[in-house]
């Protein structure tokens, strides 16, 4: 039976073990959470309080794209809790759950001490063996633990580990040096029999190569006005920044004048950025990776939507993205992702698409920057954002 909690509506029990209480219901927006908390008897236990306080630390410092983020955490509370957005695609807060079973028993008080690690890590190898399948269905068991394992008083050992190396790759340089040294000789041997070829003809039409027609243009070929040059080269531009772009954000604030920044245009991308002036970019194809010195990163890039750029394909160009699920705004162009989970840094996605000149493209940036640099991270992605709204109105 659902129940309010909270801020939290339709709040239902999904999954109790022991200790601990897993929940489903919406926060004051609406969206879909879980709660997991501990019960109000284990909540007057300091070693169970302080489990959870270690294992929600280890759930932001190993979040990853597949994960749900950590929304609210009250460790302090009287009943300590912590609220995890709820996606069908993500690993929401059963993970968490799943940790503390590992580390612990699920009722009881926790032992301290020096039996506590003992009895944790024999909890964590139970764990790890339920879920390990066997290699064959009469292939070997794992061995009993020893009763020193968990006795506390002899020194835990847990079971060899053999590592098998996988094969080697047969080495592609040897074939590649040889398909390439069999092309170089083979042109050698074209080229020499065109120069013999030539030789000949020039000798039996006397001084006819160095003839020039009277009717050829030779100053409209080797010097064509420069608008039908610039016509030829489009393909092969390198992008202006626009200062008459929108300025539309998805968070944070833009790009100031005076700010120290520095201008970034790449031949034959549909758009040029700006960024922080103490950031290095180094471009690879149609991505850049701009790096800072302490441990900030941004990455932009762009791609091409072919045809008419359906949802589909919009779609499957964001899921590469990390920091799932995005956003979309408006009309689906755009979507974002931002995740503050992990202490003293700041992440987060931008995807974009656009219709300029060439036809549609999506333009994407990411980032993973200290906190310090969150408006910074915002500032690059409001300026990736417009710049590619300024092509799709030329």
């Known amino acids: 039976m659902s129940r309010t909690v909270g801020p939290y509506e339709d709040v239902a029990t999904v999954r109790v073990e022991g200790a601990y209480e897993l929940c489903d219901g919406r926060d004051e927006n609406g969206r879909p959470v879980q709660i997991l908390t501990l019960g109000a008897t284990s909540s007057k236990d300091p070693a169970r309080r302080g489990l959870l306080s270690d294992t929600v630390a280890w759930a932001y410092a190993t979040a990853g794209p597949e994960d749900a983020p950590i929304l609210v955490a009250d460790l302090d509370a009287e009943q300590p809790y912590v609220v995890v957005l709820r996606d069908a695609r993500l690993r929401g807060a059963d993970r968490i759950m799943d940790r503390l079973l590992a580390l612990g028993p699920a009722t009881g008080p926790l032992p301290v001490g020096p039996a506590a690690a003992a009895q944790r890590a024999a909890h964590q190898l139970a764990a790890a063996q339920r879920s390990a399948a066997p290699a064959s269905p009469g292939g070997p068991t794992s061995p009993p633990m020893s009763p020193a394992a968990t006795s506390g008083h002899g020194a835990f050992q847990s079971p060899p580990v053999v590592m098998i190396a996988p094969p080697k790759k047969r080495s592609q340089v040897k074939p590649i040096l040889i398909g390439i040294g069999s092309v170089v000789v083979i042109l050698a041997l074209v080229v020499g029999v065109w120069a013999v070829l030539s030789n000949t003809d020039s000798d039996e039409s006397g001084d006819s190569v160095t003839q020039v027609p009277d009717n050829a243009a030779v100053d409209e070929v080797s010097q064509p ?126 995807s974009v698409f656009a219709t300029g000149p060439q036809g549609a493209f999506h333009a994407w940036a990411s980032a993973d920057v200290t906190t310090e640099r969150t408006d910074q991270g915002w500032q690059v992605f409001n300026d990736v954002l417009n710049q590619a709204f300024a092509k799709a109105e030329q």
């Open 225 to 350: 006005p420069a608008e039908e040059g610039e016509e030829a080269d489009a393909g092969d531009e390198v992008p202006q920044w626009d200062p008459e772009a929108p300025e539309e954000r998805v968070g944070g604030s833009l790009f100031e004048e005076g700010d120290a920044v520095s201008t970034i245009a790449y031949q034959n991308w549909p758009f040029a950025f700006r960024i922080p002036d103490d950031f290095e970019c180094a471009e690879n194809g149609r991505t850049t990776v701009c790096t800072a010195e302490d441990d900030s990163r941004i990455t932009i890039g762009w791609e091409d939507c072919s045809g008419e750029c359906p949802r589909a394909v919009r779609e499957a160009l964001r899921e590469a993205l990390p920091y799932q699920p995005l956003v979309e705004l408006g009309n689906g162009e755009v979507a974002y992702a931002e995740r503050t989970q992990v202490y003293g840094r700041w992440r987060g996605s931008l």
